[in-house]
């Protein structure tokens, strides 16, 4: 598959009063064409930073992309003036946000705002943006299109308006959807049908996706790759299958012993993570998550690991990781 | 190599004390609980136009020591029956019995006794502290109000060994709930809930709020609170994975009504009810070769509004196995096997 997207050595910082808030700290990672990537982690991590760096939504003053390129299909979008950025925004990469209560206009229609993507990318005439709506809104299996285009986003439950904001997310045919959190705030019977909806679509269409989520759950369902982040950094990056049964980063270890499981009877106390995650403002020189880490020793403190390879796609960056994945074996 | 699931299914300690101190004596039981909300309309003159069901019937009971799951969607009415129970809520109808007596209708001085043994955690640390009150104050204050301590010292020398219990620093005391994190303030929420010595502790989304790694240390905790202090607890959540961790019996309500009740793992491996059912199958698990063999049936349609919920069982617009008799009325709440009640008549 032809690389899409890639990421390299990304930087995103903030300089606030309270200090430099490393937020994405040299991060890089690649999408390819149709595939589903995840980013996972705990808040503060960095997961949504990341994505709002690729669209250069970080509001500056106080963030700014310090450092490294965004490739995307031939172009660093890093580089890009506004007027470019603009017309990627919406129509090569769109995004789909977690509050649907708050990410759509409250004061115009469904139809005005499912149209004004079209209108703005495209030469389409205003009657032909409205026919796409109408098919749009079936796509997201939305029942009654053509009376939905005159209502406003204050008729519609969050189920729905998410559905609405997946069809604004596809009107353009994107390359690329970046979902940060899409499900979050919704129930879990409406969270199935609107990821079942977004697999679907993007399978069909062939788009790729960016999911950003803490819940390992909908990774484990939905992801053909997954990057797991603390700290700004990516830790560790593999498949599906890599991450859940070959983790070899403590952290990414952690986190799948932090979740009980629904399918299976209780057989023990969890095993979490102690303490807490780090003030991204006092980062130093060594790994972020030693603090919290069972494994960590001396070394950990002066230098960072490298994220080095382990098998094919698979990369860690722990200086310990074999000590995790005997521990992992002792215990099967 | 491991397989599908071993990850997390390592023993890490010995578990064998799960059932703790849960036994055979009713703590609590909910009889007819019905909540409905007036809806009114006009300005100066104000009209019951119609009324929402927040709760429309729900019976239930709690043993000493058991900890009892409540489980639902938003709109459900799994926190309105908890704030009935806490009398927080007038309900429309019911009796809540709590030792032998009813509380319902009590009037607010024969609840202050009350309020002493049932206790709360809300879901939202952010919110369900004062911004004004150091931490010290916020646990020093229900103490003083209940007067279980009378000299200000024994206050806070019993403060400071609740927050040791709660896995916090003595040099808490002293601070304010917006220098602390989401975790350590949800220790405080539960510190407070302790100060009473209650028997009884309503958890409301107690964890739902919290990053994966600090939620399951607060989940210890509560754990470890429940043995040591022999709690009951009501633990009214949406998030089923936590449920079945930590509850030893679980209750699914859909829209005002309970349709199952069942010991954990009987509900959690067979669950009966066509509601229940799709829950369990829309919740994803963090397995991806298990999740690839799902079969990921997803029920059509949203929650109907409780203003006009459908007529008979409330779920059979939804429904896989409706029949025409499901809108007739709502089925009874039957046992069906020992210990496993549902509500439906084509199971």
């Not at chain 1, 390299?8 to 903030?14: A, G, I, P």
């Not at chain 1, 310090?66 to 490739?71: A, E, K, Q, R, Y």
């Not at chain 2, 009713?26 to 119609?50: N, Y």
């Not at chain 2, 407070?192 to 309503?202: G, K, S, T």
Request: charged fraction near 25%; aromatic fraction near 6%.
């Amino acid at each position: 598959m032809a690389t899409l997207l890639e990421i390299d050595r990304l930087k995103t910082q903030f300089f606030t009063t309270a200090g430099v808030v490393k937020a994405v700290d040299g991060v890089s990672y690649t999408v390819d064409a149709g595939e589903t990537v995840a980013v996972v982690g705990e808040s503060g991590c960095g997961k949504s930073v990341t994505a709002m760096s690729i669209l250069r939504l970080i509001p500056w003053p106080p963030g700014k992309i310090t450092n490294g390129s965004i490739n995307f299909a031939g172009r660093d979008l890093v580089q890009l003036g506004e007027g470019d950025m603009r017309d990627v925004r919406g129509k090569d990469i769109s995004m789909i946000f977690q509050e649907p209560m708050t990410s759509l206009n409250p004061v115009l229609t469904i139809g005005m705002q499912l149209t004004e993507t079209m209108l703005t990318h495209t030469d389409v005439s205003e009657a032909d943006a409205q026919k796409r709506a109408v098919e749009l809104l079936g796509m997201v299996g939305i029942s009654e299109p053509e009376r939905r285009l005159l209502q406003y986003p204050h008729h519609l439950s969050g189920g729905m308006r998410q559905r609405v904001m997946i069809a604004m997310a596809l009107a353009c045919e994107p390359k690329l959807i970046i979902a940060d959190e899409p499900t979050t705030a919704l129930d879990v019977t409406i969270q199935a049908q609107i990821l079942e909806l977004m697999k679907n679509l993007t399978r069909d269409l062939g788009v790729a996706m960016i999911i950003i989520t803490h819940n390992l759950g909908v990774v484990a369902r939905y992801a053909d790759r997954v990057n797991v982040m603390y700290a700004g950094k990516i830790i560790e990056h593999g498949s599906a299958a890599d991450i859940y049964y070959r983790p070899q980063h403590p952290y990414t270890l952690a986190l799948l012993r932090s979740v009980p499981r629904m399918d299976q009877p209780r057989q023990a106390k969890l095993d979490p993570v102690q303490g807490q995650p780090p003030d991204l403002t006092m980062l130093d020189d060594g790994c972020a998550f030693r603090p919290r880490c069972r494994f960590a020793t001396e070394k950990c403190a002066t230098s960072f690991p490298d994220l080095e390879s382990v098998a094919d796609g698979h990369a860690v960056s722990c200086f310990h990781k074999d000590e995790v994945s005997a521990t992992l074996k002792e215990a099967s | 190599m491991t397989g599908p699931g071993e990850v997390s299914s390592v023993v890490v300690r010995d578990d064998s004390q799960f059932r703790g101190s849960y036994t055979d004596e009713t703590l609590i039981s909910v009889k007819g609980l019905k909540m409905h909300f007036p809806v009114t309309e006009g300005v100066f003159v104000q009209r019951v136009v119609a009324s929402v069901k927040a709760v429309d019937g729900v019976n239930f009971e709690i043993k000493k020591g058991e900890t009892l799951g409540l489980v639902g969607e938003s709109g459900c009415g799994k926190t309105t029956t908890g704030r009935c129970i806490l009398q927080l809520e007038k309900p429309t109808a019911g009796e809540i019995i709590f030792h032998g007596e009813d509380i319902n209708g009590l009037d607010d001085k024969a609840m202050i006794e009350i309020r002493k043994k049932i206790q709360v955690i809300f879901q939202d640390p952010f919110s369900s502290l004062n911004p004004r009150m150091k931490v010290g104050e916020i646990l020093t204050e229900p103490m003083q109000v209940h007067n279980i301590i009378s000299d200000e010292e024994g206050r806070r020398q019993r403060a400071v060994e609740l927050l040791t219990t709660c896995g916090l620093k003595a040099n808490f005391y002293e601070r304010y709930p917006h220098e602390m994190s989401g975790g350590q303030r949800q220790r405080v929420g539960i510190a407070r809930a302790l100060a009473m010595n209650p028997e009884f502790i309503i958890c409301d989304e107690a964890v739902s709020a919290l990053d994966v790694s600090i939620q399951a240390q607060v989940i210890n905790l509560l754990e470890d609170l429940r043995d040591q202090f022999g709690l009951t607890y009501l633990f009214i959540s949406h998030d089923l994975s936590v449920v079945r961790h930590i509850c030893h019996r679980v209750a699914v309500m859909y829209l005002g009504h309970m349709v199952e009740l069942a010991d954990c793992d009987e509900l959690f491996d067979n669950p009966i009810h066509p509601y229940t059912q799709a829950l369990l199958e829309a919740v994803p698990i963090p397995d991806p070769d298990l999740e690839h063999g799902r079969a990921h049936k997803v029920i059509t349609g949203e929650i109907p509004s409780p203003i006009n919920p459908p007529s008979g069982c409330v779920f059979h617009p939804r429904c896989p196995r409706a029949v025409g008799s499901c809108k007739d009325s709502f089925p009874e709440f039957r046992e069906v096997k020992p210990g496993h009640w549902v509500a439906c008549t084509e199971v």
